[in-house]
């Protein structure tokens, strides 16, 4: 009885292997469906990263216009938090300069 039990398994196991190997037209075709599945996880990737851009433009011009009415009401706040405002403002409004490439 248990020599039957070990003898099934054995041929399970071995079925099972022969249903794991794969010919080359499979491999082939798994191959092409990967490379389809990255291609558009890509450019799903792309369409997030320039969401994620126009979002943080938003974001950035939105704390512009507050800090600007902050300015408008300079007299309900404190001269520190003021000048701070003030210096975020001109470095959000100042465009950094490139430096020249240097050619060897």
């Given at each position: 009885?248990e020599k ?8 399970v196991e071995?079925q099972?292997v ?9 491999l082939n075709?798994?191959?092409h ?5 990255a291609?558009n996880l890509?450019?799903?990737?792309q ?5 994620l851009?126009e979002a943080?433009?938003?974001?950035a011009?939105?704390r ?7 300015l408008?009401?300079?007299k309900?706040?404190?001269e ?5 405002c003030?210096?975020e403002?001109?470095t959000?409004?100042t ?8 050619e060897?």
């Amino acid at each position: 009885m248990e020599k039957k039990k070990v003898e099934e398994k054995k041929n399970v196991e071995k079925q099972e292997v022969k249903k794991e190997k794969l010919t080359y037209d499979e491999l082939n075709n798994v191959c092409h469906q990967l490379s389809e599945q990255a291609r558009n996880l890509y450019q799903q990737l792309q369409v997030a990263n320039q969401k994620l851009e126009e979002a943080n433009l938003t974001n950035a011009f939105r704390r512009l216009d507050y800090l600007f009415e902050i300015l408008d009401k300079y007299k309900f706040f404190a001269e520190d938090f003021i000048a701070q405002c003030v210096n975020e403002i001109t470095t959000i409004m100042t465009i950094p300069e490139q430096e020249p490439e240097k050619e060897d």
